[in-house]
């Protein structure tokens, strides 16, 4: 556990003065004092470790000269999740180029998607879908060393009790062998590969596709695909339904619709209306984007206004909520399933 006169300490790191005796302490007083409480709380992330049976070699290997990485906490205040708007994003992301790639790597690997599918339950173009999304099917490589940006998140007050377990799942990822350390290589957050996996999700979801004894999600496509199917049916998706589609809602029916209080997924912030069966929204005069009556199966659906007021809406099925655990953000949630559609040519 981090102790509380640490954050004080760290806030020297995103440039917040520290007051000592009366007066402002320099950059270089401020750095220094950082670097100090660090080492101490990384002393005690080498004690936890070896509690929980990483072996000393990787222990020392792997933490050896670690500092924290300042543009690090600056990248994590500037998400594009927290500063876009659903168009902006959407736009950026849904593109005529994104989706003839998708198309594109449909047919390059129809049967290796077939299979996928088949195995796991998952529609190869929402598979598809979330690859172009984190890593614009395998084109973006992430080259961030990992451990360093890990620890300096864990070190960090803003999410520290998540990014420390995830850098216990890193070492044990090298001290299983799944990787070398050498190679344990992601982005500036600590995802990795292609599907773009945190640690504590690469030990919980990537398979080995192959059967060739390695879970290789950076290279290996067959394993990439097959972990994001797998990732998706662990979180409940069911290969029956679609993610949800986009829809008209009249204003006579905005005071009938309540409030979005009801959780998106387990442990989301992120939030939707309560569900309600399609023939109720039906009722409610909700129609789809086009005009033309909701299906008449009788779904459960939520509804989701990602920007309020006048903007897009969305009625969202179960599977909206296995792609919530995937990255809780409704603006990554919601261009998931729109460009799964593109693709699809919807």
Not at 19 to 44: C, H, K, T, Y
Not at 151 to 180: C, H, N, P, W
């Amino acid at each position: 556990m981090i102790r509380p006169y640490r954050t004080a300490v760290w806030r020297g790191v995103l440039a917040v003065a520290l007051i000592v005796s009366g007066i402002w302490m320099s950059p270089a007083v401020r750095a220094q004092d950082v670097d100090a409480e660090f080492a101490s709380w990384l002393e005690e992330v080498r004690v936890e470790a070896r509690k929980r049976g990483i072996s000393e070699k990787v222990i020392q290997t792997a933490l050896k000269d670690v500092k924290p990485v300042r543009r690090i906490i600056e990248r994590d205040r500037n998400q594009a999740e927290f500063k876009l708007t659903f168009s902006s994003y959407l736009n950026r992301v849904v593109t005529p180029k994104n989706i003839e790639r998708g198309r594109e790597k449909l047919a390059q690997h129809q049967a290796l998607l077939d299979g996928i599918s088949k195995k796991y339950g998952v529609q190869p173009r929402v598979i598809l879908a979330i690859w172009g999304i984190e890593t614009r099917f395998g084109s973006v490589k992430a080259d961030v060393p990992l451990i360093p940006s890990i620890a300096t998140l864990a070190f960090d007050k803003r999410r520290s009790r998540y990014f420390r377990s995830q850098l216990f799942a890193a070492l044990e990822m090298v001290d299983r062998g799944y990787i070398e350390l050498e190679n344990l290589l992601g982005s500036w957050a600590g995802a990795m590969g292609q599907p773009q996996f945190m640690p504590s999700s690469y030990l919980a979801y990537a398979v080995d596709y192959d059967g060739d004894g390695r879970r290789d999600i950076w290279k290996d496509t067959g394993d990439v695909l097959a972990s994001i199917a797998n990732y998706l049916a662990r979180h409940g998706w069911q290969s029956d339904t679609t993610w949800g589609r986009p829809v008209r809602i009249p204003a006579a029916a905005a005071g009938a619709i309540g409030p979005l209080s009801r959780r998106a997924a387990p442990g989301c912030r992120a939030t939707t209306s309560e569900q309600k069966p399609l023939s109720q929204w039906q009722a409610l005069g909700v129609r789809r984007a086009d005009g033309r009556d909701l299906p008449t199966r009788d779904l459960p659906a939520a509804l989701v206004v990602p920007e309020g007021g006048e903007g897009s809406a969305f009625l969202v099925y179960r599977n909206y909520a296995a792609i919530m655990g995937y990255n809780c953000a409704h603006l990554y949630a919601l261009t998931v399933g729109v460009l799964s559609d593109r693709i699809d040519g919807r």
